[in-house]
Nanobody
Framework: QVQLVESGGGLVQAGGSLRLSCAAS????????MGWYRQAPGKQRELVAT???????SYADSVNGRFTISRDNAKNTVYLQMNSLKPQDTAVYYC????????????????WGHGTQVTVSS
């Protein structure tokens, strides 16, 4: 299978910045769309940003212009640069990746990381 390990979360004041990283490892044949989602207490998990292998991006309206997703395909890693953070950005941030395994049928699979906490104080 594929493992996703997030890092970079923490506590920051409103207006500050954080950079999240998510590294994928395992028996990967191809790593396709990678993205970030978040879940605040009492709320459903929501999409933050995604990026295809070719570089196409999409963002939630609430973060557009403040967050930037990028990836290093050679390192199987996706990043989320978060600027101008707001208290409402407080959530657990999860990495997601769509991939095909090196062994077995070439079907599209998906995996989640365990999440990293981001807390923005006012």
């Amino acid at each position: 299978q594929v493992q996703l390990v997030e890092s970079g979360g923490g506590l920051v004041q409103a207006g500050g910045s954080l950079r999240l990283s998510c590294a994928a490892s395992g028996s990967i044949f191809s790593l396709n769309t990678m993205g970030w989602y978040r879940q605040a207490p009492g709320k459903q998990r929501e999409l933050v940003a995604t990026m295809t292998r070719g570089g196409s991006t999409s963002y939630a309206d609430s973060v557009n212009g403040r967050f930037t997703i990028s990836r290093d395909n050679a390192k199987n890693t996706v990043y989320l640069q978060m600027n101008s953070l707001k208290p409402q950005d407080t959530a657990v941030y999860y990495c997601n990746a769509e991939f095909q395994l090196r062994i077995g049928p070439k079907i599209d699979l998906s995996s989640w990381g365990h999440g990293t906490q981001v807390t923005v104080s006012s």
